[in-house]
């Protein structure tokens, strides 16, 4: 568990992976810049084919932050906006470099290209939440979520509709550039300033049988933030999390969270120790 002022994540190791001796190939991490902040989470593909796909997701968080970072400079939601058209190429061009550095550390039995970059394959979502702006991106499966400060949890990006069943798409694929989703919202749009966001692997919403169940589930988060701060409700989701997954997808499961100020502020300190029942 990781945890830096209004944001925090964590990340299980699933049971399948647990017992066939494989690593966590999920990776999680946010950071902070001015008034700016960032999360992400990627999720490595696992299969041996992508046999070195735990550093791949480790790739693509290390540069989707890097990237966000970048644009954090640029703060105002114009100057985002004009940056968007190149931020699908920058993403996936910044995770290929730091590929080809790691397989010229240790070469590879795959050609050069693409059947190297498959070993790595790997998902990427992420948010940049600033002062009057908000930027999700997406490339693969797994969900990214959001809600207003007097609104619902719902998805900041939409459900790809060709995303069925175990297929995903990936920073590995030709034409990765063309499945990375971006969406910006900028004012009057109520999402601009979100008091809540979490971006998290499938192997959370891949373990409810129904979209409504996994849906509902967030929005508990979010409302727990009302009476628990973010550090301690994130040491209570984290048994929860790998409980859920090992009754459901037995994946990897690897959460990001954002809460704004009010939101983790408890008006109750003795309601600190809720558990977390779903």
């Known amino acids: 568990m990781t945890v830096d002022g209004p944001v925090g994540g964590i990340s299980v190791r699933g049971s399948s992976h647990a017992r066939s001796d494989m690593p966590n190939q999920d990776a999680v991490g946010h950071a902070r810049e001015g008034a700016w902040t960032f999360l992400a989470v990627a999720d490595g593909h696992g299969s041996s084919r992508h046999y070195r796909s735990d550093r791949g997701a480790t790739f693509a968080v290390e540069t989707v932050l890097t990237l966000l970072g970048d644009l954090a400079r640029r703060s105002t939601p114009g100057e985002i ?36 970059h498959v070993v790595y394959g790997a998902t990427c979502l992420a948010a940049a ?21 007097d609104g619902e949890v719902d998805r900041a990006i939409p459900l790809d509709p060709h995303l069925i069943g175990p297929g995903t798409y990936s920073l590995c694929q030709p034409d990765a550039i063309d499945r990375v989703h971006l969406r910006l919202f900028a004012p009057p749009h109520p999402w601009s300033r979100p008091d809540f966001v979490m971006v998290s692997t499938d192997g959370l919403s891949k373990s ?24 301690a409700l994130l040491r209570q989701l984290e048994p929860w999390l790998a409980e859920v997954s090992g009754r459901g997808s037995r994946d990897d499961a690897t959460i990001a969270v954002f809460a704004a100020p009010d939101v983790g502020e408890s008006t109750n300190r003795e309601r600190n120790r809720v558990k977390m029942q779903f």
């Open 129 to 149: 939440i600033g002062p009057d702006a908000a930027l999700f991106i997406q490339i693969g499966d797994g969900d990214v979520l959001a809600a207003p400060a």
């Open 208 to 231: 409810y049988p129904e979209d409504a169940q996994f849906l509902a589930v967030v929005r508990h988060v979010r409302a727990s933030l009302r009476t628990t701060q973010l550090p």
């Open 81 to 116: 906006g004009r940056a968007l058209p190149t931020l699908a190429q920058d993403l996936v061009a910044g995770w290929r470099e730091r590929v080809e550095a790691d397989i010229r550390l240790s070469p590879l039995r795959e050609r050069p290209g693409f059947e190297s």
